[in-house]
């Protein structure tokens, strides 16, 4: 099984500031055939289902501000906030998608400073 | 607008059974994957099970295997996941997911089980 791993556990950060939160796969999730890494990130806040943020490591999904970017290939992983705002206080998870079982990062939760 | 809601949860002891289901609306149900993740409390997320768009192809967690089934009827929009033989480490709020392939865009809004004496 790949294992996700991401660090830090918990992070807090000045409104306004930027926050990276970072993710490693125990293998390569880049599939040659593709040109494509595997992987995603999602947002959870306390009481809703998780939504996703980026996919493909760098693709953001409709309607998620701008502010949020992903970066990274083959094992090495960041979801970036430029600007931190009251409303992205939760806690985001990185996913692998590139085979089964798919897997995800323990999580790490963002906070206000 | 796309939509999956989550339903079947309740409290069960230990060794009974429950099967979930997700009705789904505002896309093309029998064209899409379709995954089932559950989130013990305070916990991460867990992926449980994947069936493919047609249900030709079926994955499971180590943790599941052989306890759960996942399944769809595509006439009636509809996922599902039979739980048997149920443990209290099963406790947990489950949600299905819709593919794209790949990420999961759309989540239900979870339906939480309680395993308990």
């Known amino acids: 099984d790949i294992v996700m791993t991401q660090s830090p556990d918990s992070l807090a950060v000045s409104l306004g500031e930027r926050a990276s939160i970072n993710c490693k796969s125990s293998q390569s999730i880049f599939h040659n055939t593709y040109d494509k890494d595997y992987l995603g990130w999602y947002q959870q806040k306390p009481g809703q289902p998780p939504r996703v943020l980026i996919y493909w490591a760098s693709t953001r999904e409709s309607g998620v501000p701008d502010r949020f970017s992903g970066s990274g290939s083959g094992t090495d992983f960041t979801l970036t906030i430029s600007s931190l705002q009251a409303e992205d206080v939760a806690v985001y998870y990185c996913q692998q998608y590139y085979s089964f079982p798919y897997t995800f990062g323990q999580g790490t939760r963002l906070e206000i400073k | ?117």
């Open chain 2, 1 to 117: 607008q796309v939509q999956l809601v989550d339903s079947g949860g309740g409290v069960v002891q230990p060794g009974e059974s429950l099967r979930l289901s997700c009705a789904a609306s505002g896309f093309t149900f029998s064209h899409y994957g379709m995954h089932w993740v559950r989130q013990a409390p305070g916990k991460g997320l867990e992926w449980l099970a994947f069936i493919r768009f047609d249900g030709s192809d079926k994955q499971y967690a180590d943790s599941v295997k052989g306890r759960f089934t996942i399944s769809r009827d595509n006439s009636k929009n509809t996922l599902y996941l039979q739980m048997n033989s149920l443990r209290t480490a099963d406790t947990a709020v489950y949600y299905c997911a819709k593919t794209t392939p790949g990420h999961f865009d759309t989540w239900g809004q979870g339906s939480l089980v309680t395993v308990s004496s």
